[in-house]
């Protein structure tokens, strides 16, 4: 297959996505009462409802109305007011009533949108962006100084009931491919479940993913579900499609199912991008058909053949009336929103002097997003220097323990909010350097004790005593005369010599600033 970025010179990438999330912060099914759970034992949760038995009337959840009208509208959504269920008609055991009781073509939420922050690390799969000064506007991008930003419409998010979970026996990976025998467990059919539907905006994979995390953070800040892609409360549909560059007329699509991580869902828009580009320069035709993405195997494969509106057989749920939303209802609703992340991003801009880069990296975690605003709160000291320097220790030192291994918790770490802005004022108030700052962060989490003990313990303090530095000084200046000519000569990069001899002599204890401070003054 070519690469990418020779594939992007001749086709332009189409790509929209599908967001299912559960309402797991709610307490019951849909239309039903059963509890809602994870985890227990099969078929515990279900009842003459949520089976579909004859007669067997549903009542819909207050609460989960209430969690879909507050998703559209920290989404930019117009919410419907008038607004009614439909009967998806399928066969298939996941659903013993074999139908999904799910919204039509008009949803509780319509037309929404969301920006998306594209870093320039990250922008290099948008083609022809690197051509763009900032200001310039490429249909629905802007540049901006650190990479782009995308305007990504929402057509809908609209309400429907999760079907259960069928669980295959023998054959590869737990798929149906292959199995001896098949079961499904009910306990998850009839779990409230919201799909959001973008606009077909998105180009490339990485713009992808970015979407779908920006909105698992908002979901998790308007507490409507645990989001969790590994328990399957949080999944992806992607649709793809290619078209020659500068045409506007679509492709054939074809639609990733099930996608449970950011990384599957980059990996496999990728590769289908490849696949489709390399079919269509072999003058094959793409179909309309549902793939699924093999991690293992690095491609995707064909599950079946996709579905039209037609074959579901959409008419009007019968045992359930039409929905009118008050105006009364919907600003209610509205002030229950909570500060979202692009609100929190500009906040920390705003009040604590952040960049925009630090902020937007801050938000993507709700622990070591929760952890800045608690050492903040708990610091001696919480000025623009303190808060950059806490911001810089989260990013990279917390974030990067974090991503070393899936099983590090903040929760249970001894990395305490205390502990960190104390860590941080140690460094921004001159007492340790950079460099201890590190020794000391990882003498935290072997040792579990209070930063200001573990440099005493181990002397770490700097020295910042003028005369202590100044006869350093003198001492480095008076071995190295050569070096002292040279640097009066004009070679002024050998101050980075002479303050690492003066290091040196010190331990490693002395104040960098001083020391470069008083180099200045005797070499002048």
């Known amino acids: 297959m070519k690469t990418l970025e020779e594939v992007l010179e001749k086709w332009e990438p189409v790509i929209g996505l599908e967001v299912h999330a559960e309402l797991t912060t709610l307490k019951t099914k849909m239309f039903c009462g059963c509890e809602l759970s994870f985890g227990d034992e099969p078929n515990t949760h279900t009842c003459p409802v949520c089976l579909g038995m004859p007669g067997a009337l549903p009542v819909p959840n207050k609460a989960a109305i209430e969690s879909i009208v507050l998703a559209g509208l920290a ?18 055991p996941d659903m013993s009533k074999n139908f999904q009781t799910t919204q039509g073509p008009v949803a509780f939420c319509m037309r929404g949108h969301l920006e998306l922050d594209v870093d320039a690390k990250n922008s290099g799969e948008r083609y022809g962006v690197d051509k763009m000064s900032k200001g310039d506007v490429c249909e629905n991008i802007v540049k901006t100084d650190n990479g782009y930003r995308a305007h990504v419409g929402i ?8 079907a259960g979970k069928m669980i295959h026996i023998g054959g590869g990976e737990g798929r149906i491919a292959g199995a001896t025998n098949s079961l499904v467990d009910y306990n998850r059919a009839g779990t409230p479940l919201i799909e959001l539907v973008t606009e ?7 713009e992808a993913r970015l979407f779908m995390q920006k909105l698992r953070q908002i979901y998790l800040a308007i507490g409507i579900s645990d989001c969790s ?19 506007t007329e679509f492709g054939t699509k074809t639609e990733l199912k099930n996608i449970n991580s950011f990384k599957s869902l980059h990996d496999g828009l990728y590769y289908e991008i490849l696949r489709q580009a ?13 793939r699924h993405w093999d991690p293992s195997a690095k491609r995707t494969i064909v599950m079946r053949v996709k579905e039209t509106a037609d074959d579901y057989r959409l ?20 002030k229950k929103l909570p500060e979202l992340p692009d609100q929190k991003a500009k906040r920390f801009e705003e009040n604590f002097g952040l960049s925009e880069y630090d902020a937007r990296h801050l938000i993507e975690h709700r622990e070591t997003c ?5 050492a903040i709160a708990v610091a001696k000291d919480a000025n623009d220097e303190f808060a950059k320097g806490l911001a810089n220790i989260i990013i990279n030192d917390i974030s990067g323990w974090l991503n070393a291994d899936e099983s590090n918790d903040l929760s249970t770490s001894p990395f305490t909010a205390k502990r960190i802005a104390d860590l941080v004022y140690l460094s921004t108030s001159g007492r340790i350097s950079k460099a201890q700052q590190k020794t000391v962060f990882a003498a935290i989490l072997e040792e579990d004790k209070d930063p200001a003990v573990i440099v005493s313990e181990k002397g770490l303090e700097q020295v910042s005593d003028t005369g202590a530095i100044e006869a350093v000084v003198d001492k480095v200046l008076a071995a190295n005369p050569d070096k002292v000519e040279q640097y009066r000569g ?11 001899q003066c290091m040196k002599e010190m331990q490693g204890k002395g104040d960098p600033k001083l020391i470069n401070k008083t180099l200045a003054e005797k070499l002048a």
């Open 370 to 374: 929760k952890l800045f605003e608690d």
């Open 490 to 500: 004009g070679k002024t990069g050998l101050i980075g010599f002479f303050v690492g």
């Open 229 to 247: 892609m590994e328990k399957g409360s949080l999944r992806c549909d992607g649709n793809i499609s290619l078209r020659k560059r500068g045409t």
């Open 200 to 206: 077909p905006d998105l180009r490339t994979p990485e």
């Open 75 to 92: 989404t930019n959504c117009d919410i419907e007011k008038h607004s009614m269920f439909y009967r998806k008609n399928y066969v298939y």
């Open 278 to 290: 390399q079919a269509l320069e072999d003058g094959e035709a793409i179909r309309q058909e549902t």
């Open 315 to 334: 008419f009007p749920e019968p045992d359930l009336a039409p929905f009118d939303l008050s105006d009364e209802y919907i600003e209610n609703v509205r």
């Open 155 to 162: 057509t809908r998010i609209h309400m429907e009931e999760d």
